[in-house]
């Protein structure tokens, strides 16, 4: 199989971007990601991005890309799996190159998500959900999560302590991330006396409403050893799907489509959990961290909680997760979400962290989750100099 | 380079199919088609759907048909190009096997446009448009296709008469197509008086508002041959994109990302399209027959309207194009386009079409169009035993 390079980075401040379209986040978030890699013509692009139509009566966006990068006539692809269309993007740009189509691809996500009201962004993210199952029936993604966090309290003995503890973690590393939505630290007791929006989940457990962008260029390792700079190699691809429905699956409180995806990139790359020095992962909501780390095998089942407050996940931690922020703090602009993702894990392999840097970082992964873990999209990027 | 081929091919009957969910079509075409192939169990999914958002609040379409079939944590990608989203399934499938990711996969075209009113329908049609440029300011397709159809008539002297004859033929092609939703033929005269809809182009001269799914089952060329029975393999496929804006691009009447598609497949097929046997191409207005004719090379610029008088691109005639009964008689679910042409395609190189059947169809290529030509994608298909 092909080995694919991860050559360049790029990506938009994250936030309520007002003075933005989605054509202009995402042409920035790619010229800057082309910059990076001082390339400037490309072969295709892939756009990850969830619901262009119900968001901004734009779909086709792909073609936008390719236009407004002065790049008209190349392939250009999008994808959707919900929140991890990013993630998707990353491996449909892979397979652009894997499959011998095309040579250097841009992958791009993008969502711009403050142009509606709240209740049509709710409504728009409920499309991840099984409407005629779910969100017909006024169920909300906080309600799905909420329920989720419920049942692991329950069954696990989670405590309302655990549940905001990456909260606090993911705050205090995104204080130290510029392109952050919300770069401030919060403490314990301000996540647990935030609002509650379902209960037992609060403000401050849930990721926000974010416009942005975010773009990554690969390319067959072969360029890259040319670049004379530091690059990942992407060593493995994990992609599985659930039941759409939260109420199909036969436990609340584990998510197998995460642990399918991140068996199929581990196998891949030829590696086991232990060999992961960092993730990235999709705390959409708090009790989302705490269930990926255990479906990842970070920790046994029932085990996030307290690992949570042993400071195992914290960035100095024995496996640091979400160095950048996590969607708690940088935001979610949910398209966007998987590509920053990678665009974080290259950022601690090349060393290039600032603050953030997590010492010896050669391996990483990155978990990008739909709905209520009806998709997930693993990477595992590998440090080369 | 993997050679893929096409061991199964099903779909729905299309039209207004009040009954039956989005769920329902594409699970319906895929079993279809799995039991066409004799196969049960597939490695990875990839679904066509233009605008799940909008025509039906559901986004991530993926992951319910993987679960729907049964086939829950394999990989589900959707991919979107507005109606040339079917096409983008098909490409994206063979990148999953070309690969190595994935062998068997299968891919899906859905879309079910009638559980919206007309209004909405139409918005979510502009959607495949420039949004910011064109949609806002109330330009909708048919009126995009009739500046193209003036503009043509004009350079060219393009007459209504041979803007009309496209329809009278696909509607005889489809008069023979039991999965079409419109099986009955029109004469040039009911075509010419048929009520206006954006002058010059009238009622019959658009396709109509569809639900439906196709589905075609990909694998690599080993599995093929020990199947004992006729298949179809991928010789060539072409992707292009050209701005999302009509009024961008250097001509009216000219679209120059079909034409770098079809030269992009027509070079990796290793062919001229003069060895192609038959087309099924995207005639989502009449007008859009004609130029596409003129973009594929099948015809010198200009000369589409005097071939269709011809009898040039007719089920006995030298070129045949859309012997399914095209977008006009068939019906255009959006999404699901460019893999019913796959379906036609294959069908025929089959010898299974029926009273449709075109002699000795050999080689035959589909060009799936997104919005007014900004992107194209073109497959070329080789009859095998």
Chains 1, 2 share one sequence.
């Not at 998500?113 to 409920?126: C, H, N, P, S």
């Not at 659930?242 to 790359?269: H, N, Y």
């Not at 020095?277 to 705490?290: K, L, M, Q, R």
Request: proline fraction near 4%.
């Amino acid at each position: 199989m092909k080995e694919v390079a991860i050559i360049g980075i790029g990506m938009t401040k994250w936030g309520e971007l007002w003075e933005k379209s989605i054509r202009d986040l995402k042409t920035e978030a790619a010229l800057k990601c082309l910059d990076d890699a001082g390339v400037d013509k490309v072969d295709a692009i892939t756009v990850g991005a969830m619901s262009g139509g119900l968001f901004n009566g734009q779909e086709h966006l792909a073609s936008i890309v390719a236009d407004y990068l002065g790049q008209r006539f190349i392939p250009s692809t999008r994808v959707e799996s919900a929140c991890a269309s990013g993630g998707l993007a990353v491996k449909t740009a892979y397979m652009e190159i894997a499959s011998g189509l095309s040579e250097c691809v841009l992958a791009v996500g993008v969502e711009k998500m403050t142009d509606v009201d709240g209740g049509e962004a709710t409504f728009a993210l409920a499309s991840a959900a099984d409407q005629d199952f779910e969100a017909f029936h006024g169920i909300t993604f906080p309600g799905l999560y909420a329920m989720m966090a419920m049942a692991h309290m329950d069954k696990y003995g989670t405590t309302l302590e655990q549940l905001a503890q990456p909260s606090v973690k993911n705050h205090y590393n995104g204080s130290m991330n510029s392109h952050a939505q919300f770069p401030f630290k919060v403490s314990l007791e301000q996540v647990m006396n935030s609002t509650t929006v379902a209960d037992p989940l609060r403000l401050l457990h849930c990721s926000p409403i974010t416009d942005g962008s975010a773009a990554v260029l690969l390319a067959p390792v072969e360029v890259a050893k040319k670049m004379n700079k530091p690059y990942a190699v992407i060593l493995g691809i994990g992609h599985s799907t659930d039941t759409i429905a939260l109420c199909q699956r036969k436990s609340l409180c584990q998510l197998p489509a995460v642990e399918e995806a991140a068996q199929r990139a581990l196998k891949m790359a030829g590696k086991t959990i232990k060999d992961i020095d960092f993730a990235e992962v999709h705390d959409c909501f708090t009790i989302a961290e705490i269930m990926v780390m255990e479906a990842l095998g970070v920790v046994e089942p029932g085990q996030g909680g307290p690992a949570c407050m042993d400071g195992l996940t914290a960035l100095d931690g024995k496996f640091p997760i979400n160095p950048s922020g996590g969607l708690k703090s940088k935001g979610h602009p949910v398209g966007a979400t998987g590509v920053a993702q990678i665009y974080e894990t290259v950022s601690q392999l090349r060393g290039e962290a600032g603050d953030r840097q997590i010492k010896n970082a050669r391996l990483g992964l990155t978990q990008n989750m739909g709905g209520s873990g009806a998709s997930s999209i693993t990477h595992i990027l590998e440090a080369r100099s």
